[in-house]
């Protein structure tokens, strides 16, 4: 997980996810992880923000096109997580699927 | 602050506010929560979701058209917090606005 996103260029395309988690770890950190790596890995991806407390998670990715956001969705080891996420890891999630149309950000 | 959002119908509209902290509270736990309250209360408010950890924060606000959210941005107590924001409460942000084209949930 990084910082924030400084240095794209709109339009681009965001996927928030919003989940709230079950007790316990039950692998989850583990395939987090392993999902973050894969992500950064496909083509078209540009960056990942992320942030948790005992309420809500919100993670949110940042894409080039609709078509890279599918692609990634279809991964094999991907769909295994996201049944693993429905299975044990997610109590609920909303995801959405957004086209950025302007940015802008503050450097203090 | 509420969980995740179930019931829109897209299109709408996300406002990504994804920000780094300063040191210590300096009155931001309070403005916080007037800035939740107001915003709440504009026309066209859908809803709210947000997250913060040691390293993030990600609040995402929905809205029913770009005209509201530039009518929040420019709401005058709204104005004076943001100034407060760049002084004293935010190492940086980023703020993206952006259209929901899709979305779906999962109950467990």
């Known amino acids: 997980m ?12 965001a996927v928030i996810f919003t989940s ?26 540009l960056e ?10 919100i993670t949110v990715s940042y894409w080039e096109s609709l078509e890279t956001i599918k692609s990634w969705k279809e991964n094999l080891a991907h769909k295994v997580a996201q ?5 044990e890891w997610y109590k609920n999630y909303s995801v959405r699927i957004c086209r950025v149309e302007r940015d802008y950000s503050f450097e203090g």
């Open 20 to 45: 709230q988690r079950t007790d316990g770890d039950n692998g989850y950190g583990n395939m987090a992880k392993k999902m973050v790596d894969l992500a950064s890995k496909q083509s078209g991806f």
């Open 48 to 57: 990942m923000e992320s942030a948790r407390d005992d309420q809500l998670g």
């Open 83 to 87: 049944e693993k996420g429905k299975s």
């Open 2 to 13: 990084s910082g924030t996103v400084k240095t794209l260029k709109p339009p681009y395309y």
